[in-house]
């Protein structure tokens, strides 16, 4: 991909001054800024985000990984298994106490659903609460975000089309040359999770 970093800003949404950082190391993008850097370079957000595979259907938690991207304070753990068609991403999300999301918006859908905690989820330009047993099924396109408003964490389970994190085995670009893009996030493996 040869693409300027103006460009690259045209296309994502993304200023250039940015873009400019997160080339050079001294910014850390979050994960609706990578998905706009990948919907501008027409890549999917897999590309700049690798995470621990699930080769088969099932997946124990006494055997899952956490892991976080970059330095985000919300974990994850891949429940659903990434093989050749497959079109669901699914994980259990760990939000900490206090943190809000920037505002989404892609294609595709998802599904939440909370296991543990309360959660204040806005979609479009309505607001609810939604707490254990409660689950919520939209349209990615919708602007959505989620603010755990508590003093506790809250687990949930995240389901949907859009293609996050999808392991994959890195690739050299096709010309073998450099690129101006940014880099890959890195993502911060820890121990099996235990309940």
Known sequence: MHMTLQALSDAAGVSVGYLSQIERDLAMPSLGTLAQIAQGLNAELNHFILAPAIDTG????????????????????????????????????????????????????????????????????????????????????????????????????????????????PLPNETGMPQATPKPATTTKTKPHRK
Not at 60 to 69: G, H
Not at 98 to 116: A, D, M, N, P, T
Request: proline letters at 5%; hydrophobic letters at 35%.
């Open 58 to 169: 099932l997946s124990r938690a006494s055997e899952r990984m956490v892991f976080s991207v970059g330095g985000s304070p919300v974990s994850y753990e891949r429940i659903g298994a990434d093989f050749a068609g497959n079109q669901l991403s699914s994980f259990v999300i760990t939000i900490p106490a206090g943190h809000r999301s920037e505002v989404f918006s892609h294609e595709g859908e998802e599904l939440v659903y909370v296991l543990q905690g309360e959660i204040l989820f806005g979609l479009d330009d309505d607001e609810t609460t939604i707490t254990p047993g409660d689950g919520l099924h939209f349209r990615g396109i919708q602007p959505h975000y989620w603010w755990n408003k508590t003093d506790r964490p809250v687990r949930l389970i995240w389901t949907g089309t859009l293609p996050l994190f999808r392991s994959r085995t």
